[in-house]
Nanobody, 127 residues
Framework: QVQLVESGGGSVQAGGSLKLSCAAS????????MAWFRQAPGKERERVAN????????WYADSVKGRFTISQDNAKNTLYLQMNSLKPEDTAMYYC????????????????????WGQGTQVTVSS
């Protein structure tokens, strides 16, 4: 079992920054991939960024590339998402996700490739 707890969301003005955190109850090599997804009202959940937990390689959605940075602190069992130059279109509920299913999860944009989820943290960016 993996329990994920997100924090760090809030309301900021466009151009501002936020750093999301995701504390995991376990962070072992069996957790192949960790990711951040987001879901805006009326829209599908979309993958924002992911990281291979053992290799450290990362992937970003084009919409956030150059502005967001995903990182992990294995000693603290914590995943982060540093979000800079925020835009109103970044407004969404942000979810941390983990996969113990296999490395293919990091290649998949589907939320179904991840079997553990946090409760979400709201990010609101005003213009």
């Amino acid at each position: 079992q993996v329990q994920l707890v997100e924090s760090g969301g809030g309301s900021v003005q466009a151009g501002g920054s936020l750093k999301l955190s995701c504390a995991a109850s376990t962070y072992t090599i069996r957790t192949y991939c960790m990711a951040w997804f987001r879901q805006a009202p009326g829209k599908e959940r979309e993958r924002v960024a992911n990281v291979y937990t053992s290799g450290g390689s990362t992937w970003y959605a084009d919409s956030v590339k150059g502005r967001f940075t995903i990182s992990q602190d294995n000693a603290k069992n914590t995943l982060y998402l540093q979000m800079n130059s925020l835009k109103p279109e970044d407004t969404a509920m942000y979810y941390c996700a983990a996969s113990t299913l296999g490395t293919y999860s990091c290649y998949s944009g589907s939320s179904g490739a991840y079997n553990y989820w946090g409760q979400g943290t709201q990010v609101t960016v005003s213009s």
